[in-house]
């Protein structure tokens, strides 16, 4: 697994950087179809074998790669080594809209390790290091969940800082966190990038809180174990009403895992692409789970 990571980075740098080029440019369709294209062929150029299990479903009508497509050098000759979770833009709408955290993303596990679901949503908590055995979970009442939190990380709940997707099915669980007296970090898009900000101190995040996209789970279940989180997950219907039950970042992505993405707009996490005479300049973050390293790659690419 570690011999193909810096592959990896190569192939969401391409992405990143053919998104770039549809920064404000509206044309979400575009941009999508380009980064694709750049993740595609760059995959299709390491020295392996690889199935995409989480890929461009149904939800996001793109042009590919789509669940179940054979990638790498080694596809037609050699059988699947690993399971590939990607998407080539987390966030298509901020970077055809010029706004913050999009990302192009990949999480690789082995052979069957990574969960599969065609549902659109599920419920998510996400939380850092230092919540991990605090016992929280989806089956808490929201209130109780902020409570404990703020106990083991020992600050008032006026100090606690819950990010959450500025959706209208949230509405409940913000009015119920402004009664408490909680503050709230309302994103637009890229919960991925939410979910991560819990496990830096820096961000000043504590929890990760609401529904999102279900495929970007197993993507932020790989991110979070290597960083030695907590994650969270459970299928639910667009009204945030539970479709079935909770499940642990372990349950969705099993075994040692890995997680590499690249800044297409700069974010919490990443700086975007930033393009000078002498080529883009791209910011890419690398982690393993067997060994908790994070690696952190400025790159200075030609313009050949």
């Known amino acids: 697994m570690k011999s193909v990571l810096l592959d990896l ?27 694709t294209k750049s993740m595609r062929e760059r995959l299709n150029a390491i020295d392996f074998s690889a199935r995409v ?51 192009s993303v990949i999480a690789l596990g082995t052979v069957g390790s990574m969960w599969f679901t065609e549902e ?37 709940l006026n100090r606690l800082m819950v990010c959450m997707l500025d959706r209208p099915r949230h509405a409940k669980f913000a009015a119920t ?32 809180y609401g529904a999102g996209g279900a495929p970007e789970s197993v993507i932020t279940a790989c991110a979070i174990r290597c960083l030695g989180g907590g994650f969270k997950a459970q299928v639910v219907d667009a009204e945030c009403n539970p479709k079935g039950g909770v499940m642990d970042a372990t349950e969705l992505a099993t075994g040692p895992c890995a997680f590499a993405a690249t800044g ?19 910011h890419s ?8 390293t994070t690696r952190w790659i400025t790159t200075r690419h030609g313009n050949r």
């Open 53 to 103: 299990v989480i890929g461009e479903g149904k939800k996001d009508q793109s042009d590919g790669l789509f669940d179940g497509e054979l990638v790498g050098a080694n596809r037609e000759t050699v059988p699947p080594e690993f399971d590939l979770a990607i998407d080539p833009i987390d966030g298509t709408r901020p970077t055809v809209q010029s706004g913050p955290e999009a990302m």
């Open 177 to 208: 966190l402004r009664k408490m007296g909680v503050r709230i970090r309302l994103i637009q898009d890229c919960d991925i990038s939410g979910a991560i900000a819990t496990c830096s101190e820096e961000s000043g995040v504590d929890l990760l």
């Open 120 to 156: 659109y949503y599920m419920n998510k908590l996400a939380f850092g290091p230092a919540l991990v055995g605090a016992g929280l979970s989806l089956s808490m009442d929201l209130g109780d969940l902020c409570t404990c939190a703020a106990r083991q990380l020992g600050k008032p």
């Open 9 to 35: 980075i190569r192939a969401t740098e391409a992405a990143a950087i053919s998104a770039s080029h549809f920064i404000g440019s509206g044309d979400k369709k575009a941009a999508d179809a380009e980064a």
């Open 264 to 282: 297409i707009t700069t974010g919490s996490l990443l700086k975007g692409v930033r393009f000078t005479r002498q080529g883009p300049v791209t």
């Open 285 to 292: 973050v690398v982690m393993r789970s067997a060994s908790g």
